[in-house]
């Protein structure tokens, strides 16, 4: 066992619902020695990025603005072009009724939307991806695209684009529940140590602390902005790169391990799991005893 503290996690006993007077209990289980934990950073370094990341982002809400905009409006005139052909056909059925023809063009034209003056897009938005999932399916492409055992012939492929080092920035304090970005850690790990002959593109992973996605999504112009990524070829990048440099790298040797590399053992590390018992054991044992006895004379009553 290690040398550091047991890490205390809690636990809800699928057996809680019953109406038995439980007891708080801690039991000892073994840790899983393949997951990869989120990296240590120091506040300061969070919020220099946050900063950082922030002045690369000028002028993507006010694109993100304009899109939505355009989004409504565009909605709104189908809808009315909708209304007003409902009403062309209901007018066309009452002026048959009555042996009249009624002139209904202007109903029927769909309204035009004036286009905005088109202003150029921040190059940012071409290095940028956005979302959970979007972030997920970027890194599950470069982890298959740096397999040791992909062919040479599509290494050497022009329609295949080489993924570079990117940075990919969590509002881990801001999502509940944190499970949902629990798969971050492992895959930036398999991007790092994936790597082909010749690869030296690394993948960075800093999480932010509390309030990062408020100001991350003010920043680009949506509700909610929970995970980003930004390549390695966007703007002002090298400015990232050099407060990158005492984040760690994670790695996972154990995907990929060289042939002449030497065994290290995982260290033992057992963590303290919160969870409930009843405080009379026999009691509860009777008491579930009961209840399937119950509940297979009902079955076999129907």
Not at 224 to 241: H, K, M
Not at 258 to 281: C, F, G, S, W, Y
Request: charged share 25%.
């Amino acid at each position: 066992m290690t040398d550091g503290h047991a890490k205390k996690h809690t636990n809800k006993s699928n057996r809680a619902r019953d109406n038995v007077e439980r007891k708080v209990v801690y039991k000892s289980v073994l840790d899983n020695p393949l997951q990869v934990r989120w990296p240590n950073i120091p506040e300061n370094i969070q919020n220099a990025v946050l900063a950082l990341i922030v002045s690369i982002l000028d002028g993507v809400a006010e694109v993100h603005a304009k899109t939505q905009s355009t989004s409504r409006k565009r909605k709104k005139g189908e809808h009315t072009a909708e209304v007003a052909k409902k009403k062309y056909r209901l007018e066309e059925q009452e002026s048959s009724c009555a042996g009249m023809h009624v002139d209904t063009t202007s109903q029927s034209d769909t309204p035009t939307i004036s286009a905005d003056g088109a202003t150029q897009p921040p190059i940012i938005l071409d290095h940028l991806t956005i979302g959970i999932n979007e972030v997920t399916k970027a890194l599950e492409h470069i982890a298959k695209f740096r397999k040791r055992d992909m062919p040479s012939e599509q290494s050497d492929s022009p329609s295949v684009h080489m993924p570079t080092s990117r940075l990919v920035v969590v509002c881990l304090a801001d999502i509940n529940p944190p499970i949902l970005v629990g798969h971050l850690p492992n895959l930036v790990a398999a991007c790092n140590s994936a790597e082909s002959s010749g690869d030296r593109h690394k993948t960075w992973l800093v999480p932010l602390a509390r309030g990062a996605e408020q100001t991350l999504a003010a920043a680009i112009g949506l509700k909610r902005v929970a995970t980003i990524a930004i390549d390695a070829s966007a703007p002002q990048f090298p400015s990232l790169e050099y407060l990158l440099e005492s984040v760690p790298i994670l790695t996972a040797p154990w995907l990929h391990p060289t042939p002449n590399a030497r065994t290290e053992l995982v260290p033992t590390h057992i963590k303290q799991l919160k969870t409930t018992a009843p405080k009379d054991m026999r009691a509860a044992k009777e008491l579930r005893a009961k209840g399937r006895v119950e509940a297979k004379r009902r079955k076999q009553a129907k």
